[in-house]
């Protein structure tokens, strides 16, 4: 069973800092690019970063870039992403999510993670 | 930037169909896919490359887009339909979300 479990959140300060991990299992990790995508309470979806396979190719949405960064360890088969100058409307809970690809370089997310709730208060 | 736009809220009775749009500029020259989330869970696909089903979604889920319109049609709409639906595309190799909208079966 394809299974990716995330953790890492909790209560930050603005401006203070979070590294959130997602934990894959069921499939071969380093075959498949993944994402974050988040959802502020009562919110939307939105995604923030995605990496390639091997970590070497990554985007960011324009919300996050330059404080967020993502990262993989295929050995490990874990996700991760470095959130820095923590906003308070970075509030939401963050899934990582596997990213399926058709032949046509199109792209979906399946299956995603329960995520992890990051609070930045101060 | 790219935005996609999707109702707020489709209301629906027990048995009809339902369909929910996602609008965006020259839409049907990307792939969209579809999501289902109910309160308190993670997201689920429904369909993806425009009209696919995955494994486990049953057939009732349907899907198409062309020019600047997809549409997700849900037929014989059932109460464990209720939920919210979200659109996905990729434009300038950023996921796009729509705004979500809410399916109420009454």
């Known amino acids: 069973e394809v299974q990716l479990v995330e953790s890492g959140g909790g209560v930050a300060r603005p401006g203070g800092s979070l590294r959130l991990s997602c934990a894959a299992s069921?499939?071969?990790?380093?075959?498949?690019?993944m994402s974050w995508v988040r959802q502020a309470p009562g919110k939307g979806l939105e995604w923030v970063s995605g990496i390639n396979w091997n970590g070497g190719s990554g985007g960011y949405a324009d919300s996050v870039k330059g404080r967020f960064t993502i990262s993989r360890d295929n050995a490990k088969k874990s996700l991760y992403l470095q959130m820095n100058s923590l906003r308070v409307e970075d509030t939401a809970l963050y899934h990582c999510?596997?990213?399926?690809?058709?032949?046509?370089?199109?792209?979906?997310?399946?299956?995603w993670g329960q995520g992890t709730l990051v609070i930045v208060s101060s | 930037s790219y935005e996609l736009t999707q109702p707020p809220s489709v209301s629906v009775s027990p048995g009809q169909t339902a369909s929910i749009t996602c609008s965006g500029d020259?839409?049907?020259?990307?792939?969209v896919c579809w999501y289902q989330q109910k309160p308190g869970q993670s997201p689920v696909l429904v369909i993806y490359?425009?009209?696919k089903r995955p494994s486990g979604i049953p057939e009732r889920f349907s899907g198409s887009n062309s020019g600047n319109t997809a549409t997700l049609t849900i037929s014989g709409t059932q109460a464990m339909d209720e939920a919210d639906y979200y659109c996905?595309?990729?434009?300038?190799?950023?996921?796009?979300f729509g705004g979500g909208t809410k399916l109420t079966v009454l």
């Open positions: 490359q425009d009209n």
């Open positions: 999510a596997r990213e399926m690809a058709g032949l046509t370089g199109d792209r979906w997310f399946d299956p």
């Open positions: 069921g499939f071969t990790f380093d075959d498949y690019g």
């Open positions: 996905l595309t990729w434009d300038s190799s950023s996921a796009l």
């Open positions: 020259k839409l049907g020259d990307k792939y």
